[in-house]
Every structure is written in structure tokens, then in C-alpha cells.
């Protein structure tokens, strides 16, 4: 370390080290989100069984519009702040009192409509639910330029300490409040709470204080990313949302209640890989933009492991949905079946479509980031109507259905159009493991139709699916040369932390 005063700005340090801070980044963020994934299936299962399905649903008819609208608020500043090689004290303070103020104002706009969307979904309690929730707005509209800048700078067991802590203060609060007879508003209170501890925890550990805005800041291009940014994600939640909105509109919260548990069940875990793997690769790749062989080295291998850790593991649950339900929910729940069935089937392809907008994030491409959000949307809206005559079930199904046959399609050919990583690249990367997912499946589907498993208790039936899935995605895995590979960085990577990479393991060098 030299003995310069530290820089919350600067990331000239990061190239020194890359992979390692890397590879490490990743341990600690995998640790402490396989920590908060505990937490969230534990506390998604407790809450489950304190809780009816009415009061989920009630709180996920505004959570749908809560979550785009939170989109609307960071206006994709963090993202430009992460990306930007160089940035200035005047920039980021410009940015931040863009956020607060966005977020102040989508605050205001939530309580002055609160009346509406309860009159819309013909739910009166929606109304003090929507104007507490909207406290959300104005707290996380504080937070999101300093948690840019701890991305930006590589902290990672910073924020592995404030993710992991407040996920748990917030679940303990949600419990605590469930088992004093709070119904519904133990929610309400978890989803407020996570926020307001991560304000003070980012402020307490993050030295950075914003100063006055400034008119010359030069932020324009950084509006520009931002704007696109947030445009392709609002175009994701917009028809991820369709969906909740019109079942809880035409079926009422309880059957969205069902719905919201099984997806919350099944894309928790997704979540919890997709956030590290995001806070690692981003500010990695962007650092490597101008270096095209080793972005290209360096994208596929985050890539294939990424791959090779959930589509597997999906399979599995697609067809163990009811031993699932069984035994995380209880009988009551017998309903989110074929929800979790095909959130599974779906969950196949959602972390690769998602891990490809990484290509667009780290390259500067907005526009390509337009063009797949445009194509995604319509993709899933597509579905949600071809599947609602059908009920909800037929929704979900449809949705399973899109992610497999056009998402991911689609991702891979508008992601690998141009830049170091091609489509051919992309397609390959992830051959072994929907091979791998496929005989899991039907490993696991022989398995139960066998005289003496058809009647088997859930976590027997579980315990049986799950030692025959590892060995058939292993002996793939093994046979296929690439993942073989993948297989023996795996096991290389303590060494890689502690020491670096050999030449033949590098990956960011």
C-alpha cells in the first residue's frame, strides 16, 4: 500500500490485483449470499406457515408497481457510476441528489394514488399498505450512489456485511411481527425495514459524502447510460409484473398469494446468485473492456460456472415441485404445485438471459440493451396473454415456456451480435449444462415412476432425487471436455485466492 490517502473515487489500486480481488469478491459474496439464501428459504418457509395466503397477496398487488417504480428512482445512475472508468466528486454528487430527489418524489406520487390502486384491485386495506410502503422510495433514493461507489471500489466484505445484515434484522422484524398477530403488516415491515438499515449501515461504512449539485458536471453521457439502463430494466419488471397484476385482478389474493410464494420460492435462490455474481462481474468486466481476449476469457468462464450451478439444480426442482411444496409449505400450500413446477422450468434459462446483460452493462451498449429489453418484454407479455385464458397455471406455464424457447434464444443472439464474445461463444458455453439439466430430469422422472418411489415420503423422495442428480450432472460434467475444465478451476480456486492463478487458470489476467 503506498501512502496516499484513500480515494472512495478512485480505481487505479483495482488494476494491480485484479484477479484476485476478483476471485476473492466472489467467495465473499457467494458466502454471505449462501447466508442470506438460508435466511430468506428459512424465513420464506416460517412466514409461510404464520402467514395465510391472503396477506401475501395483498402485499404482492403492490409490490409489482413498488419494484418498477423503484427502477424509475435510480434512473440507472448506479450502473453509470460502476462503469464509468473515471468520475468526479462533482459527478456522483449531481447523481446523488438526482436519486434523493426522484425518490422523494415517487414517494409523494405513491401516497396521492394509494386510493387507486386499492379502488383498482377492490382491496380497501391497499391503501395504508401502498403509503407505508412508499417510505421505501424515500430512504433507498439516499443509498444508492454510495452503494455504487462500494461496488465501483471492489469492497466486497463491506457489502456482504450490509446485505447480509439487514436481509437478517428485516426477516427478524417480519417473524417478530407475524408472531405477535401482525398479519399482513409483518410485511409492510420487512420490506421497510431492509432499506432503512441498509441507509445507515452504507453511510456509516462508506466515507463518501455528496456535496452541492452542479449544472457542470458533465454527467450527460452518464444520463444517456443510465437512461438506457433503466429502460431495459423497466422493460423486464414491466412484464415480469403483468403477470401478478392480472391475477390479482381477475382471481383476488389468495390465488396470488400461491403464485407469489411459489415464485418467491424458487427465484429467491436465483436472486442470491444473480446480485454477487452482478456486484463482482460488473466492475471486473468494465475494467477489461479495452482488452478483448481477456474480456472474452474472462465473461465465458463466469458464464459456463453460472450455467453449471443452476440449470441443474432447476431441473431437479421441476420435477420434485409437490415433494417441495410438501415439505417447505405444508399441506395447506398443496395449490403452488404446478406454480413452482414451472418457475423451475423457467428458472432453467432466467440466470443465463440475465448473466448476458452483462455484455451490454460492461461494453457501454445501450442500445443493444434497448433492443433486448424491447424483445424481451414482448416475449413474456406474449405469453402471460397466451396463457390467461388458461388461469394462472396457465399463465405460469406459458411463462415457462417463453423463457426456454425465446428468452434465451434471444438474449444470446442480440448479446453475442457484436464485442469480444459472439454467439457462438454463448451457445457453447452453455451446451454441457442443459445437457446436463435434461438427463437430470429425466434421471430423476424414471426414478419416481419406479413401484417402490411412488409413494415415498417428501424428504425421503428428496434426499433420493437429489444423490441421483448429482451423480448424473457430475458424470456429465465429467465427460464433457469444457465443463471438465470448469471442474478443475473449481477445485484449484482456494490456491487461486491465496496465491493467484497459474497461467493455465487465469481468469482475468
Request: glycine share 8%; hydrophobic share 55%; aromatic share 8%.
Amino acid at each position: 500500500m503506498s501512502g496516499k490517502p484513500y480515494d472512495p473515487l478512485s480505481t487505479e489500486h483495482l488494476q494491480q490485483d485484479l484477479t484476485r480481488r476478483s476471485l476473492r469478491g466472489g467467495l465473499i459474496a457467494f458466502g454471505s449470499q449462501a447466508v442470506r439464501f438460508t435466511a430468506q428459504f428459512g424465513g420464506t418457509v416460517l412466514l409461510a406457515r404464520l402467514l395465510t395466503p391472503h396477506a401475501f397477496g395483498l402485499v404482492a398487488m403492490i409490490a409489482a408497481l413498488s419494484i418498477l417504480l423503484d427502477l424509475i428512482k435510480e434512473l440507472g445512475l448506479s450502473a453509470a457510476t460502476i462503469q464509468r472508468p473515471v468520475i468526479s466528486q462533482q459527478q456522483v454528487s449531481t447523481l446523488f441528489w438526482i436519486n434523493a430527489c426522484f425518490g422523494c418524489l415517487l414517494a409523494v406520487g405513491l401516497v396521492v394514488a394509494a386510493p387507486a390502486i386499492a379502488g383498482f384491485y377492490g382491496e380497501p386495506e391497499l391503501t395504508p399498505i401502498t403509503r407505508w410502503l412508499a417510505l421505501g422510495f424515500v430512504v433507498s433514493g439516499l443509498t444508492i450512489q454510495h452503494w455504487a461507489l462500494l461496488r465501483r471500489q471492489m469492497r466486497f466484505t463491506t457489502i456482504a456485511i450490509i446485505e447480509t445484515g439487514a436481509e437478517l434484522l428485516a426477516l427478524a422484524l417480519a417473524v417478530i411481527c407475524a408472531l405477535k398477530g401482525a398479519g399482513y403488516w409483518a410485511l409492510v415491515a420487512q420490506r421497510v425495514g431492509g432499506p432503512a438499515i441498509t441507509l445507515i449501515a452504507t453511510w456509516a461504512l462508506c466515507p463518501w459524502r455528496p456535496g452541492l449539485p452542479s449544472r457542470d458536471a458533465d454527467i450527460a453521457d452518464m444520463l444517456r447510460f443510465g437512461g438506457s439502463f433503466t429502460g431495459f430494466n423497466l422493460l423486464a419488471v414491466a412484464a415480469r409484473s403483468l403477470d401478478q397484476v392480472l391475477i390479482g385482478a381477475l382471481w383476488g389474493p389468495v390465488v396470488l398469494g400461491f403464485y407469489e410464494r411459489a415464485a418467491k420460492l424458487v427465484l429467491v435462490p436465483l436472486n442470491n446468485l444473480n446480485a454477487p455474481l452482478y456486484a463482482v462481474a460488473m466492475p471486473a468486466l468494465s475494467r477489461l473492456e479495452g482488452q478483448p481476449e481477456r474480456y472474452r476469457h474472462a465473461f465465458l468462464l463466469i458464464f459456463e460456472k453460472f450455467a453449471m450451478v443452476t440449470m441443474p439444480p432447476a431441473a431437479l426442482a421441476a420435477v420434485t415441485a409437490d415433494w417441495v411444496v410438501g415439505l417447505l409449505f405444508g399441506p395447506q400450500w398443496h395449490q403452488a404445485t404446478p406454480f413452482v413446477a414451472s418457475f423451475s422450468v423457467a428458472a432453467m434459462a432466467l440466470p443465463a438471459t440475465l448473466a448476458v446483460a452483462l455484455l451490454y452493462l460492461s461494453q457501454n451498449r445501450s442500445g443493444d440493451m434497448l433492443r433486448a429489453g424491447l424483445a424481451d418484454t414482448a416475449a413474456v407479455a406474449a405469453a402471460v396473454l397466451a396463457g390467461l385464458s388458461f388461469g394462472a397455471v396457465g399463465i405460469a406455464v406459458a411463462y415457462a415456456v417463453a423463457n426456454l424457447a425465446l428468452r434465451l434464444p434471444v438474449a444470446i443472439w442480440i448479446g453475442g451480435a457484436r464485442g469480444p464474445v459472439n454467439r457462438r461463444d454463448l451457445a457453447t458455453a452453455l451446451l454441457p449444462s442443459l445437457t446436463a439439466a435434461a438427463a437430470v430430469a429425466g434421471s430423476v422422472t424414471a426414478l419416481r415412476h419406479t413401484g417402490w418411489l411412488v409413494a415415498a415420503e417428501p424428504l425421503i423422495g428428496l434426499a433420493l432425487s437429489l444423490g441421483v442428480a448429482l451423480v448424473v450432472a457430475f458424470a456429465i460434467f465429467l465427460v464433457i471436455p469444457r465443463s471438465r475444465r470448469i471442474l478443475g478451476i473449481l477445485r484449484r480456486l482456494p490456491q487461486m485466492v491465496r496465491h493467484g492463478p497459474t497461467p493455465s487458470s487465469q481468469m482475468l489476467n
